[in-house]
């Protein structure tokens, strides 16, 4: 008979061999290799087998995990713009918690169109994968509905929802916003702008809310103008606008690259930054830190690996504790907005 893995000219080493090199039963291997809680083996003989394992170059098999699990061990993510450094942090932190917990992770780049998120969707579930991670902003709350309805298992990063028994891994940009304009004040800022991200959105719509918040605090009234995207390019057409009328002294862009199209429209209409206004954005992008961006920090690999860990807890069974993880956001003060006045904690 031909053993596994000779007809690639060399025998792969299977369970029995490990068993039988570490003197335990086949079924003991498989727990003490599992990932699964609730094996619980004496430390010597746990040891003892992956000893074994490492010795042989044994792997358990994917396929027989995902037959006996009923699973197929591939998660789906959904995102707007694999290009944005921002959300690029968030898949690498999902793949990495995804990979070490034994799942794989499907990737797909919606344009940030309803139409083909909706598409991506029904392509995921028709390809059996176990659950989605959806980082896409402009998700159909019917398509949500019709995930929640059907029980299938699924974790929103990066946005929130309406349901409070989602599970959601987000920031409270509401009150991160509203750091960026207690900042602006404190610089000396009245005449402050918000562009905002397209407040369809989830996340621009929590921002803006922000910032009117924080103005309100102050005894300002913050002008808000809206980004059609969230790039560099919706951000610069959005400016080019604000500039044309009463300028203000401060502007806050709702993300880093809408904050850097505000940069490019005040350059090209002569103005330097901080001097004639001071910017400020959200993210903590590498290009935040390339442009000296006063900026809010998000742990994203973080929130990515949680997201993840999430769903493979729902998938697994384990107890989740916190349905909705807000994670905290820092502001980093550069120089876009001048230097750090005495006493601010950045």
């Known amino acids: 008979m031909e053993r596994q893995g000779e007809r690639h000219g060399r025998v792969r080493s299977t369970i029995v061999d490990v068993a039988r090199a570490a003197q335990v039963h086949p079924s003991t291997v498989s727990r003490a290799l599992s990932r699964q809680p609730g094996h619980v ?51 690498k932190g999902a793949e990495e918690e995804a990979h070490a917990r034994g799942y794989s992770l499907v990737l797909c ?30 998700m159909a ?26 599970l959601v891994v987000t920031v409270d940009n509401a009150a991160a916003a509203e750091l960026v304009i207690d900042h602006l ?5 009245t005449r402050i702008a918000h562009v905002a991200g397209p407040l369809s959105t989830t996340t621009g ?5 922000g910032v009117i918040a924080g103005a309100r605090r102050h005894g300002l009234e913050a002008q808000i103008v809206e980004a059609g995207t969230w790039s560099e390019a919706g951000g610069h057409g959005a400016a080019v606008e604000l500039l044309r009328g009463e300028r203000p002294t401060a502007v806050f862009g709702a993300n880093d690259l809408i904050a850097l199209g505000v940069l ?14 001071a910017l400020a954005g959200f993210n903590d992008t590498p290009e935040a ?54 006493g601010w904690a950045a």
């Open 41 to 91: 083996l004496r430390p010597e003989t746990r040891a003892r087998v992956v000893a074994a394992a490492d010795r042989l170059g044994y792997r358990p098999s994917a396929l027989a995990r995902s037959l006996r699990l009923q699973r197929t061990l591939t998660l789906g993510m959904l995102v707007p713009d694999i290009a944005n450094t921002f959300l690029a942090g968030i898949i």
């Open 109 to 138: 780049n919606t344009g940030d169109r309803p139409e083909r998120e909706a598409t991506y969707i029904r392509v995921l579930r028709e390809r059996e994968v176990d659950g989605v991670l959806v980082a896409s902003t402009h």
């Open 141 to 166: 709350d019917g398509t949500i509905a019709a995930l929640r309805a059907d029980g299938f298992p699924f974790v929103l990063v990066n946005r929130a929802a309406g349901d409070q028994d989602d």
């Open 185 to 189: 004040v404190a610089r000396g800022h």
């Open 205 to 209: 719509a929590e921002r803006a809310a």
């Open 264 to 277: 490019r429209a005040a350059r090209e209409a002569g103005l330097s930054t901080p001097g004639d206004i």
């Open 289 to 342: 830190s390339l442009a000296d961006l006063t900026t809010i920090h998000v742990a994203q690999e973080e929130m990515g690996a949680r997201g993840a860990g999430l769903l493979i807890a729902q998938l697994e069974g384990e107890p989740i504790p916190e349905r909705r993880l807000v994670l905290p956001a820092q502001l980093i003060v550069r120089g876009s907005t001048g230097l750090t006045p005495a």
